[in-house]
């Protein structure tokens, strides 16, 4: 028997999660290591299944988006004058395109170029009138500046898309944006701010 059908979720798990308030996630690649059944599993029993927004993924039988594309979160914050103000937040996400290691995954899900993606979720969201955009990026920042089709790590480019304004990135274990002899200084990318970190910036701020 393959090991990822010996694997049972840990209630404790599902309890953590559960606690943690998220507003919204998305996925790794990892999270699909032990297959697309277990993962909807998990995201079910911590009561997380509705706050995850994946743009990029659809099944590969129906062609149906298994998460939400993207969302809209209302929060209230506290201004400097002592008033109140409600903001709207548009959230989209994505996942690298290559999904688990472990188990087979192309009969089941299907994904698609990452930058695409989020391009038109960004779109909705300005039709929404949102007051800021924020990506959250299973990807790396990249080593190239015009990367191919469905490449892996296209933080970069992800900054470049009108009206994102926050930009969270994970996947290869890196600080964003870096400066590592052994691959790449991504500081001497074109409009990367290396005395604070700001990449693409303006008036409409977009942070790695």
Not at 74 to 98: H, L, Q, R, S, Y
């Amino acid at each position: 028997m393959p090991c990822w059908q010996k694997i049972s979720f840990r209630p404790l798990d599902s309890e953590l999660m559960a606690t943690m308030g998220y507003d919204a996630l998305t996925l790794g690649n990892h999270d699909f290591d032990y297959g697309y059944d277990y993962e909807k599993k998990v995201l079910e029993d911590s009561g997380l299944a509705d706050k995850v927004v994946v743009s990029n993924i659809k099944t590969a039988d129906s062609g149906e988006y298994p998460w939400a594309q993207s969302m809209i979160v209302n929060k209230e914050f506290t201004t400097t004058g002592g008033g109140t103000a409600t903001i709207k937040i548009g959230i989209t996400g994505a996942v690298t395109p290559v999904l688990g290691s472990y188990t087979p995954w192309k009969d089941v899900l299907s994904t698609s170029d990452i930058v695409d993606a989020v391009e038109e979720q960004v779109d909705y969201l300005l039709d929404q009138e949102v007051d800021l955009i924020v990506v959250l990026a299973h990807s790396g920042f990249g080593t190239d500046e015009d990367p191919e089709n469905k490449a892996q790590n296209v933080g970069y480019q992800l900054t470049l898309i009108d009206g994102v304004d926050v930009v969270c990135l994970g996947h290869t274990h890196k600080n964003s944006p870096y400066d590592n002899s052994y691959t790449t200084n991504t500081y001497s990318y074109s409009g990367v701010d290396p005395e604070t970190g700001l990449v693409n910036g303006g008036d409409r701020k977009s942070v790695v």
